[in-house]
């Protein structure tokens, strides 16, 4: 795709159906818009991102006379719906439109009046299949039955040909142009293979489109003939210029007008790289850039869709993973143009491995070094190796590149690309062993050479990574010592380095915490774990209750040996106690159920077994990122093991 050049850039989601419930398939598209929204402001745009809601139409006017509401006191009722979801994904729409908008409708009507002048609207007599129950005209792909008649898809009823009155749209006027638009500009539908389709359907000849229903109430009337009703298409396109100024506010429609990025799901392209086009042309408007035709998201590869049952309701996951993991996820898994098999499994997998595991780990290791090693500010780094360097220009080769992809909407492979760059860095890091070298004051301005390009790596990855995971990346510039957000930066400002010797950072809070597969289908945010001390309690019949696990779930638990570095009371908790821990690379604060049977001076300076890898838990206020293990009977409790002989803090217990 060619780059963007001129200074503002305009995006656009559909306007969403205001009765559905949104789905993952609209977090979706608004997911990719604010994502590229965001890429554009940090590559010194001036950005227009607008979002909204199509509140108009038979459905909702029947939707509402079975609420007994008014169509739009049924739509002021849920349109809180998208709203709340838009802000719970942290979505930077600058407007949310809504079809019964004032402007909105006024704009319409003037629209309507002036393609009525110029003669590319027409009255005439629409003939079609009609359904009585529901009083509307069937559309026009709904199949012919083997009588030779139309069954309702609504109803199952059987529909009769009518005709009524309606205006038309000359869209047969327009084949011509519209052909020599895909000619010109092949850019306008992406990606490639939907243009193909979209120029031969329009090969195959275009019908003038009827644009008005007498038989639909709720919607824009015709200026002058109100027994008309503005139909689907023609007000809700639209949206697009209303929503920017047309008609109320000319300067911000100068600036944004036209649409860099009209984004769409594949089921609607046609009617936005046809019927939109052809209007523009005959309200002599300049035409947008690109209609970009993203995938879908199938559930058990089928199309998600109320009526199968298989709808996947975003909220569940954000309630127990905020909007970062969903946002990387949706954006990582696949190309934009292509559509998607959404599993539980997958998307465990990936946060887990992706984002736990290898930019979580990075991040946690290196800030807890430099706390430890450095008191949290580096000073007095040696100079750059051949190892050093690497990771430096490999960081300025990776930022030309993301910037490439994320200016041609190749979201996924940004991604891929910066996680490449992750796994590289964890790799310099393990060979480098700051760990040893932080044994030998000899080599200490190694090591501080070591972390320091860590933390630059990681301040660079993380500004990388704005776009998609924005509250993840403000978090780790904030962890970093950072004072402005990555947004105030300009990508072209954004060196490798940003992050210098004599920063003070933070230590890290767990970014990812890691979920099992059961606790989330439970859909609900996992309670946190009881103190160790609580757990396995015998049931009433005085048995254990066992699982079973296999050897690979069992590997799955990083068991580490602790030293004890400091122990204090919960305040308030008579059971509790508070543990700082060293397990060799980092220490840990953990909370523990034995006060009861431990005084916290009899635990400093021993040493324990704890899990290392289990999700952290806030018990009483406090957050415990590791787990002991206790041998339990009744009131009775000891901590296991004691060993024969010494061995360091973090040695694998296996
Ligand atoms: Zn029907």
């Known amino acids: 795709m060619e780059k963007t ?118 009255k005439g007599e629409y003939k079609g299949w009609y359904c009585v129950s529901d009083e509307n005209f069937l559309a026009d792909d709904v199949p012919v039955d083997s009588d030779g008649a139309k069954v309702c898809p609504d109803c199952g009823k059987k529909a009769l040909v009518v005709s009524e009155e309606t205006y038309f749209f000359r869209l047969s006027a327009y084949q011509d142009r519209l052909l020599a638009l895909y000619a010109e500009h092949p850019e306008f539908v992406r990606p490639q293979s939907r243009l193909n389709e979209v120029a031969s359907f329009v090969r195959g000849g275009l019908k003038d489109l009827s644009i008005t229903r007498t038989t639909v109430k709720w919607g824009v009337p015709v200026p002058g003939d109100p027994v008309h009703t503005i139909y689907v298409w ?18 911000l429609f100068e600036k944004f007008w036209p649409a860099d990025i009209h984004l769409v799901g594949k089921d609607i392209l046609r009617f936005h790289a046809v019927y939109w086009p052809a209007f523009l042309m005959a309200a002599d408007f300049p035409l947008p850039r690109t209609v970009y035709g993203h995938g879908w998201w199938l559930k058990d590869d089928t199309k998600m869709s109320k009526s199968k049952g298989n709808v996947l309701d975003p909220q569940a996951i954000l309630k127990v993973f905020g909007p970062d993991p969903l946002r990387y996820f949706l954006l990582r898994e696949i190309p934009i143009g292509q559509d998607g098999n959404f599993s539980h499994e997958g998307f465990l997998h990936r946060i887990n491995s992706d984002l736990a595991n290898d930019l979580g780990n990075l991040i946690q290791r290196t800030l807890t070094m430099i706390r430890n090693y450095f008191e949290g500010m580096i000073e007095g780094p040696e100079d750059e190796t051949a190892e050093d360097l690497k990771v430096r220009t490999d960081f300025e080769n990776l930022k030309a590149r993301v910037f490439d992809l994320y200016d041609t909407c190749a979201l996924n492979k940004a991604l891929e690309e910066i996680w490449a760059y992750i796994g590289a860095v964890n790799k310099y890091l393990a060979a480098s062993e700051p760990w040893i070298m932080a044994k030998d004051p000899a080599r200490r301005p190694r090591l501080a050479r070591v972390l320091l390009q860590a933390a630059a790596a990681i301040r660079g990855v993380s500004y990388l990574l704005f776009p998609v995971m924005p509250g993840s990346s403000e978090k780790i510039w904030g962890f970093l010592g950072e004072e402005k957000t990555p947004a105030a930066l300009p990508f072209a400002r954004l060196a490798f380095d940003g992050f210098r010797t004599g920063r003070k950072v933070e230590m890290p809070q767990a970014l990812f915490p890691r979920v099992a597969l059961k606790e989330f289908l439970g859909e609900e945010a996992a309670p946190p774990p009881a103190p160790p001390a609580a757990r396995r309690e015998p049931t009433k019949e005085g048995k254990q209750t066992m699982d079973i696990i296999t050897y690979d779930e069992f590997k799955r638990m990083d068991l580490r040996v602790a030293h004890i570095l400091k122990a204090e009371r919960v305040p308030g908790a008579t059971k509790l106690l508070k543990l700082e821990v060293d397990i060799g690379a980092e220490k840990r604060q953990m909370v523990a159920g034995i006060a009861e049977t431990y005084a916290p001076e009899d635990l400093v300076g021993k040493k324990l077994i704890v899990i290392v890898n289990l999700k952290p838990a806030v018990i009483r206020g406090v957050e415990s990122q590791a787990m002991l293990l206790a041998a339990v009977t009744g009131d009775n409790l000891a901590l296991i093991p004691f060993f024969d002989r010494d061995v360091p803090a973090g040695a694998v217990v296996k």
Do not use: C
């Not at 006379?65 to 739009?72: D, I, R, S, W």
């Open 5 to 122: 050049s001129k200074k503002s850039f305009y995006i656009t989601t559909p306007i969403y159906y205001v009765n559905d419930v949104p789905h993952i398939g609209h977090a979706y598209t608004t997911i990719i818009a604010d994502a590229l929204a965001r890429f554009q402001k940090l590559a010194g745009k001036d950005v227009f991102f607008l979002t909204g809601t199509d509140e108009h139409g038979q459905k909702i006017e029947k939707a509402a006379a079975e609420k007994g509401l008014t169509p739009k006191a049924l739509a002021d009722s849920v349109v809180g719906r998208a709203q709340d979801l838009w802000k719970a994904l942290n979505i930077s729409h600058d407007f949310f439109i809504r079809t019964t908008m004032d402007f909105h409708e006024k704009g319409v009507q003037k629209l309507f009046q002036a393609l009525v002048e110029k003669g590319d609207i027409y």
């Open 234 to 251: 023609f007000d809700a396109l639209f949206n697009y210029v209303t929503g920017i100024g047309y008609d109320w506010n000319p300067a």
